[in-house]
């Protein structure tokens, strides 16, 4: 099951989804569904760590914090 996702991109970036779908011969869609796929399972995988680093103390809240600001994430 699908579901559909209308997001706005500044042009330089759908310019940039436009020139990979040429070269792949993959549509703009499916493009923009992987990376965000990609994007968002990335992001559980760090939280996750984060979660395991806050718990075994092994980050201090700052370098957490840092870790979260540097992916333009807020914690």
């Known amino acids: 099951m699908s579901a559909l ?3 706005r ?3 330089n970036e759908k310019e ?4 990979a779908s040429a ?4 549509s703009q869609s499916s493009l923009a569904a992987a ?3 990609h994007y968002v399972r990335e992001l559980g ?3 996750a760590k984060v979660a395991s680093a806050r718990a075994s ?3 201090s809240d700052e370098e957490v914090a840092a870790r979260f600001k540097k992916l333009g994430v807020e914690p």
């Open 5 to 7: 996702l209308t997001v």
């Open 9 to 11: 991109l500044p042009e």
């Open 16 to 19: 940039a989804i436009e020139r």
């Open 23 to 26: 070269a792949s011969g993959r």
């Open 35 to 37: 990376s965000i796929g």
């Open 45 to 47: 995988w760090l939280e």
């Open 57 to 59: 103390r092994d980050l």
